[in-house]
């Protein structure tokens, strides 16, 4: 089964250009997540979409973030304009609720997208 | 306010060693959920466990074993004969009843197992 698959794998770029980062997310998840992990401030949650419907976007830095969810098969996070301090590693995850099992917390993440920003 | 800690950045092991690596968390919530996560050099994060606060018992797969106390507010991980393919960062997270997959992850332990 293909796991959650994410694009570009790397993308250097320059101050102030946009950047626009991919995900695929396992067929038939209903929750999306959005991941960033710094070396100053680990792994923190940007954002999370269920059933396509962003749900909460606490962490979303500042208005230049933005993600969207067009349908239960991709999603997009773009960064416009860009600045150095954004560099990081990006993660999808999706995830699967079902309530009779419980699995709150069990995320498939994709393999991340490492941003550099000149 | 929930805050993962692990005080643990780096170990170095030699292969066959055993190695615990520590997690201690901080929540009001008396409902909650403690996972561990593997992050191999190929970068992507692999779930590995997921505790709920009602159940301390400890746990076995393979060789690797974990151990809840809620009196010390602590989810320990053990690896036992520990392989060089077990070289990773590990993370240990919390999350609150209901919030499904909103973690807060600890600063992760790098682990080294040399041959």
């Known amino acids: 089964d293909a796991g959650v698959i994410q694009s570009p794998r790397h993308e250097v770029t320059e101050m102030g250009q946009e950047v626009t980062l991919r995900c695929k997310p396992i067929?038939?998840?209903?929750?999306l997540f959005w991941y960033r992990q710094t070396m100053m401030r680990g792994l923190e949650l940007l954002i999370y979409f269920n059933n396509n419907v962003p749900i909460d976007d606490s962490g979303m830095p500042e208005d230049r973030f933005s993600a969207k969810m067009p349908n239960a098969s991709f999603s997009t996070l773009k960064i416009q304009p860009s600045e150095p301090r954004d560099s990081a590693v990006y993660f999808c995850?999706?995830?699967?609720?079902?309530?009779?099992?419980?699995?709150?917390?069990?995320?498939?993440f994709g393999e991340g997208s490492r941003l550099t920003v000149l | 306010a929930q805050k993962v800690t692990q005080a643990q950045t780096e170990i170095s092991v030699v292969e066959k060693e055993d190695v615990t690596l520590d997690c201690v968390y901080e929540?009001?919530?008396?409902?909650?959920?403690l996972f561990w996560y593997k992050q191999p050099p190929s970068g992507e994060l692999v779930f590995l466990i997921r505790?709920?606060?009602?159940?301390?018992q400890n746990e076995i797969s393979g060789r690797y074993s974990w151990n809840f106390q809620k009196s010390t507010s602590s989810f320990n991980f053990t690896i036992t004969a520990s392989q060089v393919v077990d070289s990773a960062v590990y993370f240990c997270a919390l999350s609150r009843r209901g919030s499904q997959g909103n973690l807060i992850f600890g600063k992760g332990t790098k682990l080294s197992v040399k041959p």
């Open positions: 067929s038939g998840h209903d929750y």
């Open positions: 995850a999706s995830s699967l609720e079902d309530s009779g099992s419980g699995r709150t917390g069990e995320l498939f």
């Open positions: 929540t009001r919530d008396t409902t909650y959920y």
């Open positions: 505790r709920n606060s009602f159940d301390e």
